[in-house]
C-alpha cells in the first residue's frame, strides 16, 4: 500500500530564513495531498490541499510543490517567523480514494 | 464553525480495563474517522465511520470498537487495555468518505495504560 516518507523530523531555522518539508510517497496514482499543520494542545489544521494535476499551489508566506515525476511534496516558508512554529504532517490520499496515509511529521522551530 | 471535540483530552487507564473515548462534531459530517498516533510516527488510521457503517482496518480489526449513536457523535473502545495502547488518539470528520474530502480533526486525547 501507500507510503509516505517525511523528512525532516526536526528543522529549526532563524526567524525569516526559509524552511522546507519534503514528504516522498510511493503510489504513482495517488491525486490527492494535504499538509497540516499542529501548533501545541491544537488538532491538526489543514494549510493547503493539492490536487494531482496542479504542480505549484501558493499559500500565504507559504508555497507548496508538486513533483509527480519523483513523487514529492513540498512545504516551502519563506520568511519564517515564530508562529510557523508547529508540527506539520503531509497527508497522501490513496489511489483508491479510500483513505489518507500520514508522514511521520517535522517538528519546526522558528527562533529569533 | 470547523470544530471537532475531544473527550477526554487525557486519560490513564490500568492495565486489562476499558477504555472510552468521546468525539463530537457539529459540522453534520458522514464521516467520522479515529487514528492513533505515537512519539515518531505517522498517524495510523483505526477505523471509521461512514454514515452508520464502520469500517476497522484489518491490521487492528480486534484491538478497537466503535459505535456512532447519532451523526454527531462517536467513541472509540479499548475492551482491555494494554500498555501498547498508549498514545495520542485522534478524531477527524469529514463530510464526504474516504481520502478525498478535507478531514477536520480535534485536539486528541493521550492515553496512558500503567
Known amino acids: 500500500g501507500e507510503q509516505v516518507e517525511q523528512r525532516p523530523p526536526h528543522l529549526s531555522v532563524r526567524e525569516g530564513d526559509s524552511a522546507v518539508i519534503i514528504c516522498t510517497y510511493t503510489?504513482?496514482?495517488?491525486?490527492?495531498f494535504f499538509w497540516y499543520k499542529q501548533e501545541p494542545g491544537a488538532g491538526l489544521q489543514l494549510l493547503m490541499k493539492?490536487?494531482?494535476?496542479?504542480e505549484i499551489n501558493e499559500g500565504q508566506g507559504f508555497t507548496v510543490l508538486l513533483n509527480k515525476k519523483d513523487k514529492q511534496l513540498s512545504l516551502n516558508l519563506t520568511a519564517a517567523h515564530p508562529g510557523d512554529s508547529a508540527v506539520y504532517f503531509c497527508?497522501?490520499?490513496?489511489?483508491?480514494?479510500?483513505?489518507?496515509?500520514f508522514g511521520q511529521g517535522t517538528i519546526l522551530k522558528v527562533y529569533l | 464553525d470547523t470544530t471537532v471535540k475531544q473527550n477526554p483530552r487525557y486519560k490513564l487507564a490500568r492495565v486489562g480495563k476499558p477504555v472510552n473515548l468521546i468525539c463530537s462534531q457539529t459540522m453534520n459530517h458522514d464521516t467520522m474517522y479515529w487514528y492513533q498516533k505515537k512519539p515518531n510516527q505517522a498517524p495510523k488510521l483505526l477505523l471509521f465511520y461512514y454514515d452508520k457503517i464502520l469500517n476497522r482496518e484489518a491490521d487492528t480489526f480486534e484491538k478497537f470498537q466503535s459505535s456512532r449513536p447519532n451523526n454527531s457523535f462517536c467513541s472509540l473502545y479499548i475492551g482491555s487495555a494494554g500498555l501498547e495502547y498508549s498514545a495520542m488518539y485522534l478524531c477527524?470528520?469529514?463530510?464526504?468518505?474516504?481520502?478525498?474530502?478535507?478531514?477536520?480533526f480535534g485536539p486528541g486525547t493521550r492515553l496512558l495504560v500503567l
Open positions: 503510489d504513482p496514482n495517488s491525486y490527492y
Open positions: 477527524a470528520s469529514s463530510s464526504g468518505w474516504g481520502g478525498v474530502d478535507t478531514q477536520y
Open positions: 497527508a497522501v490520499t490513496t489511489s483508491s480514494g479510500q483513505k489518507l496515509v
Open positions: 493539492v490536487f494531482s494535476s496542479t
